[in-house]
């Protein structure tokens, strides 16, 4: 990549960075005064959301990646409130960061603007005549000694587990294999009684915790877990068509071909909030028909209503 181009991604990004918040605190702006504000021409904020809107958090489910479209003259981004305020790093990320920047400063292929990052970084977390950093790690999840135990000695657990897109609690006996701890997030992997497959809880939905006498043995070698969006049986579903301007949607969400005939293409998409579809569903426009599916549907009307009430005269 060129140094021009560089500069020109650079650019877009810091400019992206800005708005996205400046949106968020600011719904029912407008495309205009969005555009002014930023020193956009209309495309290119469109083009900017249309980036934007695959993005996400990691999972990268359906109720991970953000929302981010013009509806007629309003800009709407949901689903992004990661991006409502500045984000601040723990001193656990900072020192990583820092470990990060001095390592790749050492292979003596770091830019000038790296190593002036690293220098002010450094200049913060361990000021001049100032004691050694010290960086408190957060503790461990009060369940996660007793579901290690239970996954030594191979014994079946009982969980009383909170879903975490609808809020729906039930009490499951799971074979713990293996518990791990990913972007931030604490999680127990086994093979889950009620519905029969592999499944992976987050060890802060589970509400209480129960070791059993009942004796499994893992698998071996035990698969490797990954941390992404899986429909389940707690799922909203619904059946959509798409026509050939939407056949995007295979790419980015986890849905279940039902038919193609080259032109409409119909699929079931699952997800833990109604709401997902519906925003999906409302950006899609004409490009979308939802075929089966109350819940969405009642999710879509309601989603509408909400839009329609900004362009009512005060």
């Known amino acids: 990549m060129s140094g021009r181009s560089s500069e020109r991604t650079a650019g877009r990004l810091n ?4 708005m ?3 949106v968020i605190a600011n719904p029912g702006t407008t495309v205009a005064e969005v555009c002014q504000r930023f020193g956009y021409t209309r495309e290119e904020l469109i083009g900017d959301l249309e980036l934007v809107f695959v993005c996400g958090l990691p999972g990268y489910g359906p ?5 981010a479209y013009v509806d007629e003259d309003q800009v709407v981004v949901d689903m992004a409130d990661y991006f409502a305020a500045a984000p601040r790093l723990t001193p656990a990320e900072a020192l990583a960061l820092l470990s990060a920047g001095l390592a790749m400063l050492g292979t003596g292929q770091g830019s000038e603007a790296l190593e002036s990052a690293v220098h002010k970084l450094n200049r913060v977390l361990i000021p001049e005549g100032e004691e050694p950093l010290t960086v408190d790690l ?3 999840p009060e369940l996660v000694g007793d579901l290690r135990r239970a996954a030594a000695d191979g014994r079946v ?3 009383d587990y909170v879903s975490l897109g609808r809020n ?3 009490v499951r006996q799971v074979e713990p294999w293996l518990v791990f701890t990913s972007l931030g997030n604490w999680y127990l992997f086994g093979h889950d009684h009620l519905s029969g497959e592999e499944r992976i809880f987050r060890i802060d939905r589970i509400r209480s915790l129960s070791i059993t006498d009942r004796r499994f043995e893992p698998p071996s070698p035990i698969p490797e877990p990954e941390v992404r969006y899986v429909p389940s049986e707690e799922d909203v579903h619904a059946v959509i ?7 995007w949607v295979l790419d980015y969400y ?3 071909v039902l038919a193609d005939d080259g032109e409409v293409l119909r699929v079931r998409f699952s997800s833990a909030d109604p709401s997902v579809a519906a925003g999906l569903l409302l950006r899609l426009g004409a490009d979308a028909v939802l075929v089966e599916g109350d819940e969405v549907a009642e999710a879509l009307a309601r989603l509408r209503e909400q839009v329609l009430a900004l362009y009512e005269p005060g």
């Open 20 to 22: 996205l918040p400046w």
């Open 15 to 18: 400019r992206i960075l800005a």
């Open 254 to 256: 986890p849905v279940d």
């Open 168 to 170: 729906r609690r039930t």
């Open 241 to 247: 068509e798409l026509g050939p301007r939407a056949r």
């Open 138 to 140: 957060d503790a461990e």
């Open 63 to 67: 109720g991970d990646l953000m929302v």
């Open 157 to 159: 657990v009982t969980i």
